[in-house]
């Protein structure tokens, strides 16, 4: 390779950079959402590289549906206290009161398609014109589909049939008022992209991603996390196993994996040798059906 | 590790998707998970095989029709390299849609099914990836398994498609026999093509040259965004952050920033919160010069070695992408990267037929998906480079300040 050609870690990491800094320089009113889990963990940190030594131009909002990890919620108090930014906190818990929101029920009852509504209320709240996400297109088929421009109505809707094009690294961050943009920087990323970039960077991660011991519920063979937010049978196989996570959503809806990579490089190797996809082993809301993220993106989900 | 992006281009027919899913699947990038779904939708269809396209038709309605609507991105790694695919639609109806997948491009793969030869199709495939300037092309012949692997009918069409090339001005075009639903020639190479002496689809994007393919000589730098902490300690701070589109910076070059034509030194430059002596495309830094002067977004800073043209009027090609027809006279929002600028399309002098890649003068209507001349206005200079020679500074786009969406994009010539 030439003396001036990058490698693909860094093309990616300049390309992320480069959306962040146009979401900086077309909009108003930006935010970043985090959730704590390593994908916006990876954008803060390509974030504090894209405007460092200058404050972020826009402050990091959690959408916190209650059912949070413990550990996934104290790293983002640290995080954001440490790199001295605004964080935002809105709880999915408020709009269930406010506007009298039914909870789904059942065994696994996740809040995941209620965090769109307190999205909603927290953009319109601030006037935010454009929300930087952590999503990636090797996730989900509709993903794969997404423009890194993505814009949304005003009731926070994607058409996917009618994406505006979008050419070279030019982005057209135009809208009306009341629409809004989601913006994804790391949408050329892949999984194993993400860990060896958090390897390369020494990027620090809540400690469940790592193996650890976990008292879990077995149910068709994904293991849940006991939780106050799952109702138990009788019938239930509760085991203690070595675990890790890799995604973290709500521990309603997000599985561990059966693990004893204790350190990165373990991580790594186990992705790499894996036949199964990160939302396929851990993700209890994608088997809803075949198109549920496109469904869930329709009606301004994330 | 190196890193390609590449296009396919070519109907459901042509069997663009089954290829993807070959290359997936026999570089062992399809997961179990996503495979058990493809088992359980091809169920519904008749035949029972697994159909492989459906693992890139990502919307409902694209599955629901059998057709790919817009590109999806697709993702795989070979010990040698890093690879995007981007899958485009063949349909003319969605032309803008293989457009946004071709910009971003440096090889385009164009199937050509063995049966039919070069089709229209093709032929507009062909000139999208003309027009885009991709600097790679491989001609991918699919389905000899159809025509009994004949080097007659494969060698007819390399004849016929050179015409093409020629024509359209294509560059590196390279041509190869497969049968993507046997995965001949795909990852491996095939007994059953004995008389093609060539390398398998797989060797030849795991070994195109690609180093050549950014510009280090052209020197351009637009200003995204600048950092001013305007703190205690950093009350003097005043950095451009952008993204170096080609060429090389080093610490101490004599450099004009345009449009406005000032000059100035580079002070320093930083890339990832480090002062460097040297950065190149395409990296992301910031810049800080020597002089304290009115600098923002949109603004370019270029060498002095080598300039751009700088003018208010600009001759393109235009892909129009909207559904409401060109109206000459119209003003829209140009932008070329971080620029943007009120201008109007002055004239459309003339229009590319797809059939004949002849030129139509003085077109009546520019409807959706034509590709034509036009002369643009700016409201003020806009710094560019001709397209074919610099793709990175001569494309933009336009915008309807009404509606505020994409409607063209310009090759700037």
Redesign the interface.
């Known amino acids: ?2 003396a ?5 870690l ?6 992320a ?2 959306i962040m ?2 979401v ?2 077309q909009f108003e009113k930006p935010a970043l959402l985090f959730s704590g889990g390593k994908d916006s963990i990876t954008l803060v940190h390509l974030a ?8 972020f ?1 826009f402050p990091l909002v959690h959408i916190d549906t209650g059912h949070n990890f413990p550990e996934a919620l104290q790293f983002r108090d640290e995080l954001a206290a440490t790199i001295g930014e605004k964080l935002v906190v809105r709880k999915v818990e408020d709009t269930i009161k406010s506007r009298q929101l039914t909870e789904p029920k059942g065994k696994f009852a996740s809040r995941n398609a209620l965090q769109t509504y307190t999205l909603l209320d927290t953009i319109e709240e601030f006037g935010f014109d454009a929300c930087i996400g952590g999503a990636r ?2 996730e ?6 997404e ?1 890194i421009f993505s814009v949304r109505d005003e009731f926070g809707q994607w058409n ?2 009618l ?8 982005y ?1 961050g ?3 008022k009341g629409e809004n943009v989601r913006v994804f920087p790391i ?2 990323w ?1 999984e ?1 992209d993400i860990w060896n970039y958090i390897k390369r960077e020494n990027i620090a991660l809540p400690s469940i991603y790592f193996a650890h011991e976990r008292t879990v519920l077995e149910h068709e063979g994904q293991l849940i996390a006991l939780s106050e937010f799952i109702q138990l049978d009788d019938t239930d196989s509760i085991v203690t196993k070595k675990v890790r996570y890799r995604t973290v959503g709500d521990m309603t809806c997000t599985a561990a994996v059966e693990s004893s990579a204790s350190g990165i490089d373990d991580i790594i190797r186990e992705i790499t040798a ?4 990160e939302r ?2 851990t993700r209890i809301d994608d088997k809803v059906s ?2 549920a993220m ?1 469904d869930r993106k329709k009606n301004g989900y994330f | ?3 390609l992006r590449f296009i396919t281009a070519g109907s459901v027919d042509d069997g663009k998707s089954t290829l993807i899913g070959r290359l997936l699947f026999d570089s062992k990038s399809i ?4 495979l058990e ?1 493809l088992e359980k ?1 091809s169920k519904n269809k008749e035949d029972g095989e697994i159909d492989l396209a459906l ?2 038709d ?4 694209e ?1 629901e029709q059998g057709i790919t ?7 795989f ?1 070979t010990p040698k390299r ?1 690879f ?1 695919i981007a899958d485009a639609p063949g349909h003319i109806q969605y032309t ?2 293989m ?2 997948g071709a ?2 491009s440096d090889l385009a793969i164009i199937l050509v099914d063995a049966r039919h030869g070069v089709v229209e199709q093709t032929r507009r495939h062909s000139i999208i990836t003309s027009l885009l300037n991709i600097p790679h092309v491989v001609v991918a012949i699919n389905k000899m398994d159809l025509v009994d692997f004949s080097q007659d009918v494969y060698n007819n069409i390399v004849i016929d498609y050179a015409e093409v090339a020629k024509k359209l001005g294509l560059k590196d075009v390279r041509y190869i026999p497969i049968s993507a639903l046997n995965g001949d020639n795909i990852v491996a190479k095939t007994a059953a093509l004995t008389w093609y002496e060539g390398p398998s689809l797989l060797d030849i994007l795991e070994t195109v040259e ?2 050549d393919d ?1 510009d ?1 000589e052209k020197a351009r730098f637009p200003v ?2 600048v ?3 305007q703190t205690e300690e ?1 009350h003097d ?1 005043r950095g451009y ?3 170096i589109n080609s060429g ?1 910076y080093k610490k101490g070059d004599a450099v004009t920033i345009l449009p406005a034509g000032f000059s100035s030194t580079i002070k320093a430059i930083e890339h ?2 480090k002062e460097v002596d040297e950065a ?5 830094v910031v810049i800080h010069l020597e002089d304290d002067i009115d600098i923002s ?1 949109g603004d370019l800073i270029v060498k002095n070695d080598n300039r751009p043209k700088v003018s208010n009027e600009v001759e393109a090609l235009l892909c129009w ?1 909207d559904h409401k027809a060109l109206v000459p006279g119209n003003k829209y ?1 140009l ?4 620029k943007q600028v009120r201008s109007v399309v002055k004239e459309v002098s003339y229009k590319l037929d797809v059939h004949s890649l002849e030129q139509i003068a003085s077109p009546e209507t520019v409807a959706l998906n034509d590709i034509v001349k036009v002369t643009i206005k700016t409201a003020s200079p806009v710094a560019y480079d001709a397209y074919q020679e610099l ?2 500074n001569g ?3 336009l ?1 309807d300040e009404t509606s ?3 409607v063209g ?1 310009c090759m700037i010539q």
């Open positions: 390779m030439s001036y050609r990058l490698d693909y860094d093309q990616l990491e300049s390309e950079i480069h800094r146009e900086a320089g504090l590289k894209a405007f460092r030594p200058g404050k131009p297109r090797d989900e088929k509709a993903r794969a589909k423009r996917p049939k994406q505006r094009p979008e050419l070279w690294n030019t057209n135009r809208i009306s949408s050329n892949t194993l894996t036949k199964t996809s396929g082993e075949e198109a496109e | 590790m190196d890193l997961m179990i998970d996503h779904a939708q693992l890139t990502g919307l409902r309605a599955r609507i817009d590109v999806a991105y697709k993702y790694a890093k995007i803008r849609n457009v946004t910009s971003n690609l180093a950014i280090l995204q965004y950092i001013r902490p950093l701070y952050a952008g993204k090389i990832n919160g190149f495309a395409p990296q992301s977004r992408m929002l932008q070329i990267n971080s793709r990175t494309g933009a786009i915008i505020h969406v994409t994009a």
